[in-house]
């Protein structure tokens, strides 16, 4: 609600008995400042002093209803103005207080426009709470991990600083990347992503710093590097990890003196460009190792954001299952849903691929369902297997108990295989020569089952 009064004292009185009863209020002094406020503040109730003589409260009261139908108006009037009130009530307000009032009688003005507005009031606080809890821009989850990152994001974005984003496959890393940007003052500006890892080291180099004219067979023309032609937006540098040390030590330099030299020129140009990095590498260990520049990693890594791998924050599973889903059922006639059980499927699985495999499943079992409800057996293979753990529970509790049932816990040596496999491959983060040694078989027989069984994407798990 919204307190008009000059009375600094008689403002903040009504501002405190608000709030106390459960109001959000906000409080001005100047009659010229209510058209504003009301702009930037969506509000139910207006309470306003009407003095008697003057005739400008009467044109904002009937200003405010002109232009605001659904709020309700509580005039506040010289107990010996009657005439004031009225015209107060002419001019539309639902409701008037004469001065001085007191707690209950404002309580109770309250409470009756209250009713009058409270149901719009819980739709639109409710929409406010989905909007703002879903997540941050398009980004979804509110774990505690999630509430974290977007606290620290919202700060980051309004600096310039560089940002190296830190997260296994699938994270999101690319996604709040563009959040970073969309967040901060250049949103408007280009969003340049470059994937250091899927292109050869000579045409990173033309990519991101240019080149001129007949720098190298094929240059017919000059071309101005992504660094440049951002202008003030952002460059994202994906798999940063990837950079070999001669274009570290290129990139290292365009950092710190901010231009470029274009490939074959021999002059410099100036960038602009805000840099954020990502890697799903362990780039500290890379710089112990020697093979990327601890300058640089220093450089990139004034600040680092570290997305949570999805089973590390189970509770958003369902959130982003429905994300999923809505998304699918914008651009599809029938409405698809999940069942319990593939829920609970999701919760329990590990997610090796993160949401990118989440939203993969989703669209996997939108596909393989006929009656619209994505039910466990269209789920990917993946997922209706029991983890690992909870087979090594079952077979052990199933030798104490030696019960009948006993037989159904048998799980075929084929898909243990799998499932030890995928594990392996996880856990090492996709080193199949490490993963081959941990499960005591050779590479080769490691790549011939990883044929053997369709597994074409391990760290997806299909
Ligand atoms: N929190 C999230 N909310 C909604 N969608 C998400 C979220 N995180 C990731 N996604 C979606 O999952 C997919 C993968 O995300 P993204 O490409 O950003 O991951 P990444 O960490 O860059 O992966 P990689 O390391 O494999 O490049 C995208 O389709 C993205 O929109
Ligand atoms: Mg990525």
Known sequence: MLIVDDDEAARSACIEIAVSLGYKAEGISKLDRVRSTLLQFPTDIVLIDLPSNSDSGLETVAEINALYPRIAIIAMAPVNSASVALSAVHCGASDYLNKPFTVDELASSLERAGGQTRVDAQARQLRERLRLHDGMGQMIGRTPQMEKLYRILSKVAQTTHPVLILGESGTGKELIAHTIHNFGPSAEKPFLPVDCGSLVPTLVESELFGYVKG????????KEGLLVAAGGGTVFLDEIGELTLDLQAKLLRALQEREVRPVGATHRVPIKAR????????LASMVEKGSFRKDLYYRLNIVNLRLPPLRDRRDDIPMLVAHFLNKINKEHPSRFSIHDEALRAMMQYDWPGNVRELENAVEHGATMTTGGEIQLGHLPTQLQQKPLAALH???????????????????????????AILDAIRVTHGDKLRAASLLKIGKTTLYRKLKEYGISDPMRGN
Not at 405 to 418: F, G, K, T
């Open 393 to 419: 529970a079952a077979a052990s509790a199933g030798r104490k108990k030696e019960e009948a049932s006993e037989e159904d816990e048998i799980v075929p040596l084929a898909v243990r295989e799998r499932i």
């Open 215 to 222: 720098a190298f067979t094929g240059a017919n023309h000059a």
């Open 275 to 282: 840099i954020l990095t990502a890697t799903n590498r362990d």
